[in-house]
């Protein structure tokens, strides 16, 4: 029995070596002083039962609105929500959503990538969300946790920020994702929100959902690699930006791309068609796959 409770524990810290964590570690290592469990849905969702010890972040402590769109928070208001929920400078951060829908599922990959933008990096991706916990061990809580005091110092990482100059000048020059569904991209249907349909031009089209399975968990690597690699011929070596309809759809394909296949040049577009096609002097592209 041991040995086989070693070989489990070994197995949960090999497995954390990677960006991807699953409800089976959280159970092992949630009570490891240096682990900060990060619950990001909605007020009403963490009190209905959450992982223990999670402490709610829902994503408006992460972004606001500007106009038309949404973008990240500042170094300032980034820096004390991190040290509101405890996070220190050697801190292994746990991110996970209720993954009610699929805005919900996304919140967890942009509150990772607003870390990242703050320069801090060990996050975690709770692989299935809160389901995945749920299974391995069947035990939530509804207490609600008090803030904590972590002391993690913020200093702005602006290479993982695409801007509107950045994107301007990028058209046909730079590799770029569309993460929004194909009707989108190709402008067989134009979003409410938007007032042109279609894509930045040269652009390619991936959804983000292309990267998850029917329970959504990601996809082994080796396909990640075969649909983006392969597939649409990206390389991994050069700038690349992705971007969606307002930032959270393709802060999952940054998530794919950066952290797991290692797309070091990766940037988010965070206002991303929000401000893109709300806009006269932005190149665009319609009814045509690029």
């Known amino acids: 029995m041991r040995v ?57 402590h992460w972004r606001h609105a500007l106009g038309k769109h949404a973008e990240v928070r500042s170094m ?20 996970y959503s209720h993954q009610r829908n699929n805005k919900d599922l996304l919140k967890a990959t942009y509150v990772i990538w607003a870390m990242e933008y703050a320069g801090f990096d060990n996050t975690f991706l709770l692989d299935g969300g809160l389901k995945s916990y749920v299974e391995a061990t069947g035990r ?28 301007k000048a990028g058209v046909k020059r730079v590799q770029m994702i569309d993460s929004r569904p194909a009707r989108y991209y190709f402008g067989a249907e ?18 983000w959902r292309y990267s998850l399975d029917a329970q959504n968990r990601l996809k082994p690597k080796k396909e990640l690699e075969a649909m983006l690699g392969t597939g649409l011929g990206l390389d991994a070596d050069a700038p690349l930006i992705v971007y969606c309809t307002g930032g959270l759809e393709a802060s999952m394909n940054y998530f794919v791309l950066h952290r797991i296949l290692g797309f070091e ?12 096609a709300n806009r006269n002097d932005t190149d665009m592209t319609v009814f045509r796959w690029e």
């Open 190 to 207: 134009r979003q409410g929100v938007l007032a042109r349909s279609g894509h930045i031009s040269g652009a390619h089209s991936y959804f």
């Open 140 to 167: 939530l809580s509804k207490k609600t946790e008090a803030d904590r005091k972590g002391s993690f110092r913020a200093h702005e990482r602006p290479a993982v920020l695409a801007t509107l100059d950045a994107v």
């Open 265 to 276: 040049q990766a940037k988010l577009y965070d206002a991303s068609m929000k401000e893109w």
């Open 76 to 95: 300032g208001e980034l820096q004390a929500e991190m040290r509101r929920l405890g996070i220190k400078k050697y801190s292994k951060v746990v991110v």
């Open 4 to 60: 086989f409770v070693m070989l489990m524990l070994m197995a949960a810290g090999a497995f954390a070596a990677m960006p991807l964590v699953t409800g089976d570690w959280v159970a092992v290592y949630q009570k490891d002083s240096d682990v900060v469990i990060v619950d990001v849905s909605d007020a009403d969702a963490y009190a209905s039962g959450h992982i223990p010890g999670a402490v709610n972040s829902p994503l408006s």
